[in-house]
């Protein structure tokens, strides 16, 4: 009998240990988490963050308070608060700070569309233009939207000009998915937090 409890303990220990190492810490309470878009090279604080060209980056786990963040040869002092996201995004010449909803509803997809692009308005629709999503997007800034999970073709549109078009984009209910329309077309990358 007591060598099936120390044996048990030992397999209860060593099961524990394995799960450790599956998950990322969990962030600390006072923590921001900040990405930024279209940026091969950039920091926000410490942390040394990549996006491709066009896409963002993950989420990296930052202090709540100042953070320097750095796009490029471009640096801003930026402000963030706990429990919030952002992305940062440069205009080339300065820096500006996008306050990004949480994905909070695990029963839909959550798309945020991002316009980096020099059109004065872009909305986010089906490929076929018939189904609005989001509207009326303004250059600089986001708009978001939850959606039940689907696979959809999506295209962002300048009036009745589609600027670029997803296909078969799997939209699965609790991920969140950024999509970054530019001049040369339109991205989309699953939202992802790094804690480490």
Do not use: C, H, W
């Amino acid at each position: 009998m007591k060598m099936t409890v120390t044996l048990l303990l030992a397999l209860t220990s060593l099961a524990a240990a394995q799960t450790a190492g599956l998950y990322d810490p969990a962030p600390p309470a006072n923590s921001a988490f900040v990405r930024v878009l279209n940026a091969p090279t950039a920091t926000v604080g410490d942390k040394v963050v990549t996006a491709d060209k066009g896409a963002a980056s993950t989420y990296v786990v930052i202090p709540q308070g100042d953070v320097t963040a750095k796009v490029g040869g471009v640096s801003s002092k930026l402000k963030v608060e706990a429990g919030k996201f952002y992305s940062v995004v440069s205009s080339g010449t300065t820096l500006t700070l996008l306050t990004d909803q949480a994905a909070d509803n695990k029963a839909k997809a959550l798309l945020t569309i991002y316009n980096l692009s020099k059109s004065g308005s872009i909305d986010l629709k089906t490929a076929d233009g018939k189904t609005a999503v989001v509207g009326g997007v303004k250059p600089g800034t986001s708009g978001s939207r939850a959606v039940n999970g689907i696979t959809v073709d999506l295209a962002a549109f300048d009036g009745a000009k589609a600027l670029g078009t997803l296909k078969s984009v799997k939209l699965e209910r609790g991920s969140a998915y950024a999509l970054v329309v530019t001049d040369t077309g339109m991205t989309v990358t699953t939202s992802s937090t790094k804690t480490k």
